[in-house]
């Protein structure tokens, strides 16, 4: 069974770190762009960070730039989402996801929001 497993989530103050791991079973994440996104209550779904699956360059929203590290352990078929300077805006269910097309990028994936498998989401909520 294909699946990813979120955890990580969770409140924290303005100004805060949370870091958000995504483990993937059943497939490896080796030859897919990966990439998070969020939707924050009455807000639409949006691109967070892509990771591309070959040289492991990264795509960011303006949002989170400089503020959040997007990574992947091919050791542990796991990805990663440091999240730094957390703001109440960074409110949000945030869901990774990885793409198998070859034709893609990172910033294909994050700005056409595609994703082959999608987790079931963790929340994060940032107080002010």
């Known amino acids: 069974q294909l699946q990813f497993v979120e955890s990580g989530g969770g409140l924290v103050h303005t100004g805060g770190s949370l870091r958000l791991s995504c483990a993937a079973s059943g497939f490896t994440l080796d030859y897919y762009t990966i990439g998070w996104f969020r939707q924050g209550p009455g807000k639409e779904y949006e691109e967070v960070a892509c990771?591309?699956?070959?040289?492991?360059?990264?795509y960011y929203a303006d949002s989170v730039k400089g503020r959040f590290t997007v990574s992947r352990d091919k050791a542990r078929n796991t990805i990663w989402l440091q999240m730094d300077a957390l703001k109440p805006e960074d409110t949000a269910t945030y869901y990774c996801?990885?793409?198998?097309?070859?034709?893609?990028?990172?910033?294909?994936?994050?700005?056409?929001?595609?994703?082959?498998?999608r987790g079931q989401g963790t929340q994060v909520t940032v107080s002010s």
């Open positions: 990771l591309n699956s070959d040289d492991d360059s990264a």
């Open positions: 996801a990885a793409d198998g097309s070859p034709f893609t990028t990172a910033q294909r994936m994050c700005l056409t929001l595609r994703g082959d498998y």
